[in-house]
């Protein structure tokens, strides 16, 4: 994954889910109680282990995001066309 942000400029943020357990140092801020958290670790041009906490009232507009036509073909596509990258199993905190 990647992402972009003001701070680093033209530079792309590059990063991967990970499970809590790989994590080998946590932010010394904690998560919203009751959110649904993933874990990410960042590996250029910055090593971060960051987590982002998506809130109740935040899953109506993602999912709307999620359930659009376009990201459903990108999911199918890849699906089918390339093969995982990873065997990492992946799960999400709901806290």
């Avoid at 109506?60 to 459903?72: F, V």
Wanted: net charge positive; glycine share 6%.
């Amino acid at each position: 994954m990647q992402a972009g942000s003001t701070g680093l400029g033209k530079m792309a943020l590059k990063m991967h889910l990970a499970k809590e357990s790989e994590m080998t140092r946590l932010p010394p801020t904690k998560p919203p109680e009751g959110a649904l958290v993933l874990y990410c670790k960042t590996t250029e041009p910055v090593i971060w282990n960051v987590w982002i906490a998506v809130e109740p009232d935040e899953l109506p507009s993602l999912m709307a995001q999620l359930l659009k036509p376009k990201l459903l073909w990108f999911v199918l596509k890849s699906l089918v066309t390339a093969p995982f990258k990873s065997t990492r199993n992946i799960t999400a905190n709901t806290g």
